[in-house]
Structure formats: C-alpha cells, structure tokens
Nanobody
Framework: QVQLVESGGGLVQAGGSLRLSCAASGSIFSINAMGWYRQAPGKQRELVAAITSGGSTNYADSVKGRFTISRDNAKNTMYLQMNSLKPEDTAVYYC?????????????????WGQGTQVSVSS
C-alpha cells in the first residue's frame, strides 16, 4: 500500500509561519499530482494548493501570496510553507497524492490521503 504521513502542524500566533511536510512511502511506482487540502470545523474539505510532477502549482485565492507548495520527487515528499497565517487558516490539513502503486506485476492508480495534521492560528 501507499502511506502518506503529514507533520509540522501546531499552534501559532497570527502572522506567524509553519512548514508542513508530507512523506509518501510504500509500494510506490510513481506519484503524479499532489496537493494539500484543509477542513475546518463545520466546513467541507477544500483544496489549498496543488503541484504536478513537473512542478507546476496552483493555489486557492485565499492563500495566494502567503503559502508556497513544493515537492522533492527523489524523497517522495511534499511541503507547504505557510506564512502570514490568519485565524481563518485554522483547520486540519491533509496531504493527497495521485499515485501509481505496484502490486506484484500489476499497477493501480488512485488517490491516497494522509491522516491530517492540525494547524491552529490564534489572534
């Protein structure tokens, strides 16, 4: 199987910064696009930022200019640098990978999700 593990969440004051990491492991053949999603209490999960295997990125309007997504393909790791954090950024942040898994001689493409990491921003 493919596993994704997020880290780097925590409590920070408004205006502060955090850097999230997502490490993929398991029977990975390749990873296509990856992305960060977040879900605040009482709200639906939303896309924060995405990055292709070639490094092209896109961001939700609410985080443009403040967040930066990146990835290290050699390490199967993705990052989200979050600057100028606001209380409305408070949410559980999830890592998602569109990946190709190899099982024996077969390949399976699917979306894989991490368990999430809590980000809390206080005023």
């Amino acid at each position: 199987q493919v596993q994704l593990v997020e880290s780097g969440g925590g409590l920070v004051q408004a205006g502060g910064s955090l850097r999230l990491s997502c490490a993929a492991s398991g029977s990975i053949f390749s990873i296509n696009a990856m992305g960060w999603y977040r879900q605040a209490p009482g709200k639906q999960r939303e896309l924060v930022a995405a990055i292709t295997s070639g490094g092209s990125t896109n961001y939700a309007d609410s985080v443009k200019g403040r967040f930066t997504i990146s990835r290290d393909n050699a390490k199967n790791t993705m990052y989200l640098q979050m600057n100028s954090l606001k209380p409305e950024d408070t949410a559980v942040y999830y890592c998602k990978a569109d990946a190709n898994e190899r099982r024996r001689t077969n390949y399976y493409r699917s979306d894989y999700w991490g368990q999430g990491t809590q980000v809390s921003v206080s005023s």
